[in-house]
């Protein structure tokens, strides 16, 4: 009686875990999707904006509106169509090597999916395209901007709150184009939040199946896709924080050239891109750690039977 | 109505080809407005060669992106033969520069991935249903004229200033325009070089009777024209 009572226990734990775990991966997957969905909404924007002053050229020799809008959403079209080709393809690859069976309908559901989600996302770069205004693009020199700071405001800035004016420099250029940024701090903060959250369900799932003959089975079933989503969440942010600072920097070759034209070396206009980053990346991963481990606790304390990773 | 009709078109017949009356435009900036052009006024034939002169920042480039219809006046009235140009929002301005004008930058503004063929043949590409001529041959014919004739292939990059004006005078003419605005064209060019590309633009303009007007720093070039605008700083 003892021994069934034991194992009729271990097997209940072991079931609980699966459920929290089945949870946390749908909160997982959720993640997944905004944490991409702010991504490609910064990409595209910064792509669109790349792009401004041939839509601008377009315009000005007779283009209607819209024409460069749909040209931008056949570019982006094709981007989904290979990217999401090659994503499913590789997808497929990893679960025919670990020997387990795709959900077919799944898969195909994936590719419209990718590419709603892409065409979702051209909604905020659309509308830049269509409010622009080619005679202040096409002035030779700089736009017209009215959300420059005051005079006054730098002035606090650099004597209230001791910011050098090289910081400033770089802050303002950080925050130039503010709802790119927050849409960019608004992805690193996701991004931080879904790796913390991520590697502690793998250590919990660890901690709490360990050393039971059902946990020992679910561990060696699930290592490689969980190692897999970890190496996923880890590359998909490493490469869309680059491809942001890389399209970023093409939008700037030209203040780039100017700087250097003006006596700047090179290394310190790298400086300079890298002190951006690293301002980027502080303001938006350092609140995304911080939440994750509000969350943790959070679950931690309402659910006992959970243990608390080192995280 | 018909009434209407007729006293509309006898005030288009006592209106020049291009007529500009009372123009205003102001920017709107952090600290309060700046006007560029006040009280504008100015009258243009068709196929006069028309230069405007003044000191940076007096609206040159301004005034022609009004007549372009690359923007809107804060007041004031542009006519173009029948159509009001101050009024033309959107689609209807992107209509009118397409079929009545052709722009020339100082900076060039060729598109960087398309070759000089392409880029010439760029305004009309998304029209290319529309048009009852062979888009291609008229594109290449316009380059064998601005004597590129053998680097429709190159990719603006590989192209000289002076050569990269030549593509954008070209792309300028393709619709076959009414008026060409050429803003400062020779800016970015040596002496010799800029010579050489407004006598291409010259003779082009003259051959097709176009009006052209054209912003410019230089007192000599001005000197050629028909009739010079003086813009002096608000």
């Not at chain 1, 303001?283 to 309402?302: C, D, K, N, S, Y």
Request: charged share 15%; hydrophobic share 50%.
């Amino acid at each position: 009686m003892g021994w069934v009572e034991e194992r009729w226990i271990t097997t209940g734990a072991s079931l609980r875990y699966l459920h929290q775990s089945r949870q946390t991966q749908t909160l997982l997957l959720w993640s997944v999707l905004v944490v991409s969905l702010g991504y490609l909404l910064v990409t595209l924007s910064s792509l669109a904006s790349s792009q401004k002053r041939d839509f601008a050229i377009l315009s000005a020799v007779g283009w209607r509106p819209w024409h460069p809008s749909l040209m931008f959403i056949q570019q982006v079209f094709v981007y989904a169509l290979v990217g999401g080709f090659v994503g499913i393809g590789s997808a497929l690859l990893i679960v025919r090597m670990i020997g387990a069976f795709p959900d077919w309908p799944i898969v195909f559901l994936t590719l419209p999916g990718i590419l709603l989600l892409a065409l979702l996302c051209t909604l905020a770069p659309l509308w830049m395209i269509w409010r622009l205004q080619p005679a202040n693009l096409l002035k030779g020199g700089m736009t017209l901007s009215r959300s420059l700071p005051s005079s006054r405001r730098v002035w606090l800035a650099r004597h209230l709150l001791f910011i050098s004016e090289d910081t400033l420099f770089t802050l303002r250029t950080v925050l130039r184009s503010w709802g790119r940024t927050s849409i960019a701090l608004g992805s690193l903060f996701l991004s931080a939040c879904l790796l913390i959250l991520m590697i502690d369900a793998i250590l919990v799932f660890q901690q709490s199946l360990q050393g039971t003959l059902l946990g020992t089975y679910l561990l060696a079933q699930t290592a490689v896709p969980l190692l897999a989503g970890v190496i996923f969440a880890i590359l998909f942010t490493f490469l869309n924080v680059t491809d942001l600072f890389l399209l970023q920097m093409r939008e700037r070759w030209q203040e780039i050239g100017l700087l250097q034209a003006i006596g700047w070396r090179p290394w310190l206009v790298q400086r300079r891109f890298i002190r951006e980053g690293l301002l980027l990346a502080c303001m938006g991963t350092i609140p995304g750690v911080l939440f994750a481990r509000w969350i943790l606790m959070q679950q931690h304390e309402t659910q006992h039977v959970l243990p608390l990773s080192w995280l | 109505m018909h009434k209407q009709q007729n006293s509309v078109s006898e005030a288009a017949q006592q209106r020049a080809f291009l007529q500009v009356t009372n123009l205003r435009k102001a920017y709107a900036l952090p600290h309060g407005k700046i006007d560029i052009l006040d009280d504008i006024n100015l009258q243009v034939q068709q196929g006069e060669f028309i230069t405007i002169l003044g000191p940076s920042g007096s609206g040159k480039t301004t005034l022609l992106a009004l007549l372009g219809a690359l923007d809107t006046p804060d007041g004031g009235e542009i006519w173009l033969d029948t159509t009001p140009v101050h009024q033309l929002k959107a689609v209807a301005a992107a209509d009118f520069r397409r079929r009545q004008i052709g722009f020339v930058f100082q900076m060039f503004y060729l598109l960087p991935n398309l070759t000089a063929l392409e880029n010439v043949m760029s305004p009309l590409l998304p029209y290319r249903r529309e048009i009852d001529f062979n888009l291609r041959e008229r594109a290449n014919n316009l380059l064998e004229r601005v004597g590129l004739g053998h680097r429709t292939g190159h990719t603006p990059g590989r192209l000289s200033g002076g050569e990269q004006q030549r593509v954008a005078i070209a792309r300028a003419l393709i619709n076959q325009p009414r008026v060409i605005l050429a803003d400062e064209p020779t800016g970015n060019l040596d002496p010799t070089t800029g010579e050489a590309v407004l006598d291409i633009l010259r003779e082009l303009q003259q051959t097709g009777k176009q009006t052209l007007i054209m912003v410019t720093h230089n007192p000599q070039l001005a000197s050629g024209s028909d009739q010079q605008i003086h813009l002096g700083k608000q």
